[in-house]
Nanobody, 119 residues
């Protein structure tokens, strides 16, 4: 059974940094696409950053220049380095993976990690 587990969330002051990690287990194949999403209270879940195997990551406009997504080679492990954090970045951050053999159309989600930006 494929599982995604996020870690690294917490409470940070505005202007601070956090690094999130997401590790997918349960498959010997590589996911084609992995992404970070977030959901703030009362808002819809939104895409923060996404990386497709073999390509550079793309970012939501709201985080460009502040967040950096990376992937550990062909492994199902991704990171999100978050710098210059703002209160509006407060949300539960979720990791998503897809494009996995033998069901490439299936999405796999983690349970999320809370990020709170507050003084």
């Amino acid at each position: 059974q494929v599982q995604l587990v996020e870690s690294g969330g917490g409470l940070v002051q505005p202007g601070g940094s956090l690094r999130l990690s997401c590790v997918a287990s349960g498959s010997s194949y590589s996911m084609r696409v992995m992404g970070w999403y977030r959901q703030a209270p009362g808002k819809q879940r939104e895409l923060v950053a996404q990386i497709t195997r073999g390509s550079s990551p793309n970012y939501a406009d709201s985080v460009k220049g502040r967040f950096t997504m990376s992937r550990a080679g062909a492994e199902n492990t991704v990171y999100l380095q978050m710098n210059s954090l703002k209160p509006e970045d407060t949300a539960v951050y979720y990791c998503k993976g897809s494009g996995l053999y033998p069901i490439p159309t299936r999405d796999y989600w983690g349970t999320g990690t809370q990020v709170t930006v507050s003084s």
